[in-house]
């Protein structure tokens, strides 16, 4: 954002943008300020009301749901195990998930780009909570902001010990239950449902875990608060890389609104040289991080739009048109130039959609089934009846949601014989791991060197579904 000479087109005096070093809520001595936002209202809040509703029941919804038998999304990094709508992933799948992960996140910097921070504002978990749970707790027993700054400064009386003892409890059992259901996709809603009816003398580790996150969610949305987008959060810190002027944000149109004066009914504010802001500091109250806006972008802001709500609604009483702080770019402002895709979001998009094409075509082809054919250490072959016979371990890992029947053939070269200590078929249960024996034979006329290489398939009703190759041990003979 220009300096206040530059937004003015004025020949005045450069004032310092001294909000610009320092945080919102930290005062000069370092001091926390504790931040009391009016309760907003108006379009932007409804919208953000009901894409929290969506959210909130996405969270809740998801642990209890299943795709043929396996859980929607579970993330157990201990166990190693993991699915994503439905579908297992393994050890053997990480260059996947590390390929989602890469895609993620240049689509985080494409949104970031073309729409700077609206998914700190309308999506981050943070935001959802905060703003969507604890803070409307907080309306219902402690009042608007008036009310909760004459709460916090009157002495501990029983209506001030009443009403935070009631908030505090809240948010404790709200942080107890946020806990539980993050541990529902980690170790799947069943795991956690058996734990609790056991209780902490049967899992005290558990239990202990669960109590030190519980204390970390209380902690968060209760104290810390705004603290974790302003000063912890590193995708705020990224926004000042990837923001520009012709990212769409919320921005004050100083155009318009400046020079800045106290409204009164029936002046013709463009005639005595006023803009449209009347500096009632509604968009300044109303923000959850304590900063003023009209100072212009601030790495604090998270796009939430409480300050359009609260600019619009005043804009109508004044009679004047709404839009004084609203979603544009800077050039949108400053130039009155209308957004158009730029070269950098279209190299962007262009890496997204490779990246895309590339990570469905790992997950169409990974396979229904791996296979591995190991011979065993110190493990040698032995001759008999005219055939040289090696033993292998084989693991077959099942990536499908359903069983498989299968049989081992050797493919090359095509004159070995597969021997089987039981059945010569084995069954594969659904996402499971299974290990072996086998020992394969050749003919000793066809094992010309001491070591051969050979590839092993594995079939179900005549379908490869893997091939591995190994190597097949023999004598050593002497080549004249």
């Given at each position: 954002m220009a300096n206040k000479e530059e937004q003015l087109g004025t020949g005045a005096v450069i004032e310092a943008e001294t909000f610009r070093d320092s945080v919102s809520t930290v005062d000069q001595s370092g001091a926390r300020k504790w931040v009391y936002p009016k309760k907003p209202k108006g379009r932007f809040t409804n919208y953000r009301d009901i894409v929290t509703v969506f959210l909130l029941a996405v969270f809740f919804i998801f642990p209890f749901i299943k795709i043929n038998g396996n859980p929607l999304l579970k993330i157990n990094i201990i166990d190693r195990e993991f699915f994503i709508l439905g579908?297992?992933?393994?050890?053997?799948?990480?260059?996947?998930?590390?390929?989602?992960?890469?895609?993620?996140?240049?689509?985080?910097i494409l949104f970031t780009v073309v729409f700077g921070r609206i998914?700190?504002?309308?999506?981050?978990?943070?935001?959802?909570?905060?703003?969507?749970?604890?803070?409307?707790?907080?309306?219902?027993?402690?009042?608007?902001?008036?009310?909760?700054?004459?709460?916090?400064?009157?002495?501990?009386?029983?209506?001030?010990?009443?009403k935070k003892g009631l908030k505090w409890s809240i948010y404790v059992i709200i942080s107890l239950i946020i806990t539980h259901w993050m541990f529902m996709y980690i170790v799947?809603?069943?795991?956690?449902?058996?734990?609790?009816?056991?209780?902490?003398?049967?899992?005290?580790?558990?239990?202990?875990?669960?109590?030190?996150?519980?204390?970390?969610?209380?902690?968060?949305?209760?104290?810390?608060?705004?603290?974790?987008?302003?000063?912890?959060?590193?995708?705020?810190?990224?926004?000042?890389?990837?923001?520009?002027?012709?990212?769409?944000?919320?921005?004050?149109?100083?155009?318009?609104?400046?020079?800045?004066?106290?409204?009164?009914?029936?002046e013709d504010r463009k005639a005595e040289g006023k803009g449209d802001c009347i500096d009632c500091n509604q968009c300044v109250v109303v923000c959850p991080t304590g900063i003023?806006?009209?100072?212009?972008?601030?790495?604090?802001?998270?796009?939430?739009?409480?300050?359009?709500?609260?600019?619009?609604?005043?804009?109508?009483?004044?009679?004047?048109?709404?839009?004084?702080?609203?979603?544009?770019?800077?050039?949108?402002?400053?130039?009155?130039?209308?957004?158009?895709?730029?070269?950098?979001?279209?190299?962007?998009?262009?890496?997204?959609?490779?990246?895309?094409?590339?990570?469905?075509?790992?997950?169409?082809?990974?396979?229904?089934?791996?296979?591995?054919?190991?011979?065993?250490?110190?493990?040698?072959?032995?001759?008999?009846?005219?055939?040289?016979?090696?033993?292998?371990?084989?693991?077959?890992?099942?990536?499908?949601?359903?069983?498989?029947?299968?049989t081992i053939k050797v493919i090359k070269p095509n004159n070995g014989e597969v021997i089987f200590s039981g059945d010569n078929v084995i069954l594969l249960k659904r996402d499971k791991l299974l290990k072996g024996t086998v020992?394969?034979?050749?003919?000793?006329?066809?094992?010309?060197?001491?070591?051969?290489?050979i590839t092993i398939g594995v079939y179900e009703n005549g379908k490869l579904l893997d091939t591995f190759d190994t190597y097949f041990e023999g004598p050593f003979k002497l080549q004249f």
């Open positions: 579908q297992p992933f393994y050890p053997q799948d990480f260059f996947i998930l590390a390929l989602g992960a890469i895609t993620s996140l240049v689509f985080i998914f700190c504002g309308w999506i981050c978990p943070q935001t959802i909570f905060m703003e969507g749970v604890f803070r409307k707790i907080e309306y219902w027993i402690e009042g608007d902001r008036n009310k909760q700054i004459k709460l916090a400064n009157q002495p501990w009386n029983s209506e001030k010990t009443l799947g809603y069943e795991e956690v449902l058996r734990i609790m009816q056991g209780g902490p003398i049967e899992y005290p580790s558990n239990f202990i875990v669960m109590l030190i996150f519980t204390g970390l969610f209380y902690f968060v949305f209760a104290w810390f608060r705004e603290q974790v987008c302003t000063l912890v959060c590193p995708y705020g810190r990224l926004q000042g890389v990837l923001i520009d002027k012709e990212t769409i944000n919320v921005f004050y149109d100083f155009k318009r609104g400046e020079n800045r004066s106290k409204w009164r009914k029936g003023d806006i009209r100072n212009g972008q601030q790495l604090e802001c998270i796009n939430c739009t409480m300050c359009i709500d609260a600019c619009d609604e005043v804009m109508v009483k004044t009679g004047l048109p709404k839009g004084l702080i609203r979603y544009a770019t800077q050039d949108e402002i400053e130039k009155e130039q209308k957004f158009k895709f730029t070269t950098r979001m279209k190299a962007y998009s262009f890496v997204l959609i490779a990246l895309l094409g590339f990570l469905g075509y790992l997950l169409n082809n990974r396979g229904e089934l791996e296979a591995k054919f190991i011979k065993p250490a110190g493990s040698s072959f032995f001759i008999k009846n005219g055939k040289i016979n090696n033993t292998y371990n084989y693991t077959f890992l099942n990536k499908s949601n359903i069983d498989h029947t299968v020992s394969i034979s050749f003919p000793e006329k066809e094992i010309k060197q001491p070591k051969q290489n």
